[in-house]
Nanobody, 128 residues
Framework: QVQLVQSGGGLVQPGGSLRLSCAGSGFSLRHYAIGWFRQAPGKERVGISCISGSDGRTYYAESVAGRFTISSDNAKNTVYLQMNSLKPEDTAVYYC?????????????????????WGQGTQVTVSS
């Protein structure tokens, strides 16, 4: 059974850091693309980062480039999102997702429609 279990998140002050984890089960994430998305209250879900398991390429939205880093630990079957220099506008529910059909090559790595299974979501709140 395919599952993505997220951990991390919470409340942090502006300028602070958090790390999100996305642990996969029922499949080996090293073969697929894993994306991170977020949805702020009253807004649509947007893609913010992706890592391609086949070649390790990473992708970032402009809004997080230079502040967020996506990485993977194949031994733990886990993808991480390290978030630094957090801003209040980063406040959202964050989701990880897996793309089994390599749709990201056709649709783009940050397009949610191409992803098949999603984590449960985790709240990140950036506030003083």
């Amino acid at each position: 059974q395919v599952q993505l279990v997220q951990s991390g998140g919470g409340l942090v002050q502006p300028g602070g850091s958090l790390r999100l984890s996305c642990a996969g089960s029922g499949f080996s994430l090293r073969h697929y693309a894993i994306g991170w998305f977020r949805q702020a209250p009253g807004k649509e879900r947007v893609g913010i980062s992706c890592i391609s398991g086949s070649d390790g390429r990473t992708y970032y939205a402009e809004s997080v480039a230079g502040r967020f880093t996506i990485s993977s630990d194949n031994a733990k079957n886990t993808v991480y999102l390290q978030m630094n220099s957090l801003k209040p506008e980063d406040t959202a529910v964050y989701y990880c997702a897996v793309d089994f059909a390599f749709a990201f090559r056709r649709l783009g790595p940050l397009v949610g429609d191409g992803y098949d299974y999603w984590g449960q979501g985790t709240q990140v709140t950036v506030s003083s």
